[in-house]
Nanobody
Framework: QVQLVESGGGLVQAGGSLSLSCAAS????????MGWYRQAPGKQRELVAR???????NYADSVKGRFTISRDNAKNTVSLQMNGLKPEDTAVYYC???????????WGRGTQVTVSS
């Protein structure tokens, strides 16, 4: 089992910045992908960004150039730096960890990000 605990989030004005962090504990040896998803009210959960253990990254088109994902493999943490925030970025952000070898997916409890216009 893997436990994910998010921190960060909150309320910010449009154009501002926030940073999210997620710490993984437990059987982290199997995790090779970590990332962030978000879910706005009435919408499906969507990928924001993910990072592979080798450092490769994927971003949603809507956040490219504004968000940066990073990972510390030694500490089993993943962070998301969000700049130039827009009201449409308002959502609950979930940390995600994936073991592609074992086919396991883990989720954090989520943290609210609210961007006011």
């Amino acid at each position: 089992q893997v436990q994910l605990v998010e921190s960060g989030g909150g309320l910010v004005q449009a154009g501002g910045s926030l940073s999210l962090s997620c710490a993984a504990s437990g059987s982290t040896f199997s995790i090779n992908v970590m990332g962030w998803y978000r879910q706005a009210p009435g919408k499906q959960r969507e990928l924001v960004a993910r990072i592979w253990s080798g450092g490769a990254t994927n971003y949603a088109d809507s956040v490219k150039g504004r968000f940066t994902i990073s990972r510390d493999n030694a500490k089993n943490t993943v962070s998301l730096q969000m700049n130039g925030l827009k009201p449409e970025d308002t959502a609950v952000y979930y940390c995600n960890a994936l073991s592609t070898d074992l086919g396991y997916i883990y989720w954090g409890r989520g943290t609210q990000v609210t961007v006011s216009s």
